[in-house]
């Protein structure tokens, strides 16, 4: 691909320093993703500028119409505080008819939003856990179709936000305790869910008009099953030293069920198209040991600093960090093209 100005769109406080010299791996972890992806850019032969973003899109206009890059390379994962407001900026890029990598304002919205995307999903019989919302301030009666053990999470936040051993409950009182806990510490709604006892899978997808779906990737708990639920918590997901003591990885799931692999990839496939995603996405699913599977949640714009498990799983598939990342400006134009396409 040749050399374009790529803007490389990314919260106010996550802008990486230009060298990683004497800083510890906790310190970088916070703009990891930024680092890497913005380094790779570079390394690439393209022409990079970083703007940090927080409540004012002054700035990004002024870059977009002196500057005039080729495209916006989108890392925010919030805007004004708020997680699902940075939707609106990508909504503002079409609006400059600015191309940009990854998912569109209609899909970030309607992912984020875990209620709205089950009550697709179920719509489109895509196997998705019993679950309840509750909302925030309102008095509630637990469904007598849901049976415990429940999980209970944020109907919004991501990033495990909010989300422990704690979150897994098993009767009338650990659920009250949980869905106040998320109300007050999350300020949304809450989501139960029934708990699915089982493998945690992850499926990338990648593109547009056509779709590429990258291997199967589990999360391996180690030995946390023998002492707690297995679940992908804030700690499992973040903390080294605690990934450490556990014996926590991800990687290729192996031995999966004979066709399982091909199920998963025309499954994600459905959810990607049911969600009316763009760009790329991570599916998360759980697999009951008699091989059953259910979608948890759609993760539009996932995690793609080198080191995850998205870029992981593309390079398994042959696609190394460098085009990965190329190939995600690729489609993204690709999006854009179709969009003012339709337009005229």
């Known amino acids: 691909m040749k050399p374009r100005r790529v ?3 990314m919260h106010e406080s996550l802008v990486p320093p230009a060298s990683l010299k004497g800083l510890s791996d906790k310190e970088i972890d916070e703009f990891r993703t930024e680092y890497d992806v913005k380094a790779a850019l570079e390394k690439a032969g393209h022409e990079v500028k970083a703007l940090g973003l927080g409540d004012n899109l002054s700035e990004l206009r002024s870059i977009i119409t002196d500057w ?7 890392l925010l994962e919030e805007f004004q505080g ?4 940075d939707q609106y900026v990508v909504a503002f890029l079409e609006l400059m008819k600015l191309p940009y990598t990854g998912c569109n304002p209609r899909g970030m919205m309607i992912s984020r939003d875990k209620a709205l995307s089950k009550q697709i999903l179920s719509y489109h019989r895509i196997p998705t856990p019993g679950f309840a919302v509750i909302r925030k301030g309102q008095r509630y009666r637990l469904p007598r179709k849901l049976k415990f053990p429940l999980f209970v ?3 919004t936040e991501d990033a495990s936000l909010g989300i422990s051993q704690a979150s897994v409950v098993p009767d009338a009182d650990k659920l009250k305790e949980r869905i106040e806990f998320i109300h007050e510490q999350t300020n949304s709604d809450a989501l139960i869910e029934e708990y699915i006892e089982g493998r945690e899978l992850y499926v990338g997808v990648l593109g547009n008009d056509r779709l590429r779906t990258l291997p199967v990737w589990e999360m391996d708990f180690g030995t946390l099953p023998d002492v707690m639920a297995g679940i992908a918590t804030r700690k499992v997901k973040w903390d080294r030293r605690y990934q450490k003591k556990h014996g926590i990885r991800t990687g290729v799931a192996q031995n999966l069920p004979e066709g399982c692999g091909a199920y998963l990839d025309k ?3 459905r959810i990607f198209r049911s969600l009316y995603l763009s760009g790329y996405a991570r599916m998360d699913f759980r697999m009951r040991p008699d091989g059953s599977v259910f979608v948890l949640e759609a993760n539009c714009n996932p995690n793609i600093s080198r080191e995850e498990d998205f870029a992981e799983s593309a390079l398994a598939a042959g696609l190394d960090y460098p085009a990965l990342l190329e190939q995600i400006i690729r489609v993204g134009n690709n999006y854009q093209a179709a969009w003012r396409a339709d337009e005229e």
Not at 68 to 74: E, I, Q, W, Y
Not at 82 to 85: F, L
């Open 267 to 269: 499954l994600s496939k």
């Open 153 to 155: 999470k944020s109907v």
């Open 68 to 74: 005039k890059p080729d495209v916006a390379f989108n």
């Open 82 to 85: 708020i997680v699902t407001y």
């Open 7 to 9: 803007l490389v769109l």
